[in-house]
């Protein structure tokens, strides 16, 4: 038996892989890698397809340094939009948009190292009238905030917490340095505390290695993560990565492959940075992906639901929640 099959039939026994184990997929020819990933994707998760959009809740001028993000107080990016909290009518107006498309996820976003606590009142009403008017899952991205601030927020109505790890923790000093590692992991706690499902993955492209991402991934099943964002730089003039290259389709069909060995059972969720792949997500989507979002990014055009539609009908998916 092969080294890839051995590794996929000790999965379909119920047993999970160490890192030893799943390094050696980084030199395994590709697309062996990539059709055993889509066959455990089948195996576990079946044909659900897991599409949601995400809102640019608060936007601009942020306090943290990360080097990849055009919205970063530290540098001078071409973009300069900055506004606070959208209004509850904007925020459900969207909602209903994408629900009436066939979304079933909406994600709201904010810009900043955490909201305030007043901002959290504002934001849980916005949750509570999404619920009410649209219908639609509502997940969040509030930053660092704290278990009751989460408890606020899954009263209100939300279901799932998104904070991305971005990195491993080897690595994250490099890509950060307003906030730890730790206080990613401590936020997605106490979000699970809070009795929210938690979201995390992170940005492929930042000079990190394939070791870097599997201890990312690792980190995330550690935590009880059953959604892993896959986001790909798109190095922005002005920020310190903007000449970072691009990954290519390839690079990301091997990441995507290896995360799937990794948590076999959850949502490879393809994210930012999607566009710049010039099959718009489609190999990924045959090699172990199950998710993605869709419509623009927070600072970026994106891939519209439609057009993701399109693609996952003629792929066999069926979107559901995953």
């Known amino acids: 038996m092969d080294y890839i099959k051995e590794l996929q039939e000790k999965l379909y026994r119920g047993e999970l892989l160490t890192k030893e184990e799943i390094m050696p997929l980084a030199e395994q020819p590709l697309e062996q890698l ?67 498309r066939g979304v079933l ?23 509570r ?11 969040v991205s509030f930053g660092l905030l704290s278990e009751a601030d989460f408890r606020k927020v899954k009263e209100a109505g939300a279901s799932r917490v998104h904070c991305n790890l971005e990195s491993s923790e080897r690595y994250f000093p490099s890509v950060c340095t307003t906030h730890t590692y730790a206080d990613k992991i401590e936020t997605l706690r106490a979000a699970k505390r809070a009795g929210l499902s938690i979201c995390s993955g992170g940005i492929m492209g930042l000079g990190e290695t394939m070791e870097d991402r599997i201890e990312m991934v690792l980190t995330a099943r550690e935590l009880g993560v059953k959604s892993i964002p896959v986001n790909v730089l798109n190095p922005i003039p002005g920020t310190p990565y903007e000449n970072n290259p691009v990954l290519t389709n390839d690079e990301v069909r091997r990441i995507v492959a290896v995360f ?33 979002i869709s419509g ?27």
């Open 260 to 292: 799937r060995f990794i948590i076999p059972d959850a949502s490879i969720r393809l994210a930012g940075g999607r566009g710049l792949l010039g099959d718009k997500g489609e190999g990924c989507f045959a090699g172990g992906a199950n998710a993605a």
């Open 129 to 139: 009238a999404v619920r009410q008017e649209a219908g639609i899952e509502v997940c």
């Open 34 to 100: 990539c059709l055993a990933a889509d066959e455990i994707r089948a195996h576990f998760c079946g044909n659900r397809f897991d599409l949601c959009t995400i809102i640019n809740g608060k936007c601009g001028r942020c306090s943290e340094d990360c080097k990849y993000c055009a919205q970063s107080a530290h540098y001078t990016t071409a973009c300069e939009e900055s506004y606070p909290l959208l209004s509850t009518e904007k925020i459900v107006a969207q909602a209903k948009n994408n629900a009436e």
């Open 296 to 322: 623009d990014m927070l600072t970026t055009a994106g891939i519209t639901v439609e057009t993701d539609m399109a693609l996952l009908e003629k792929m066999g998916y069926t979107v559901m929640k995953g």
């Open 105 to 127: 996820r909406y994600s709201i976003v904010t810009s900043g190292r955490r909201l305030s606590e007043a901002e959290v009142e504002q934001v849980c009403e916005s949750i």
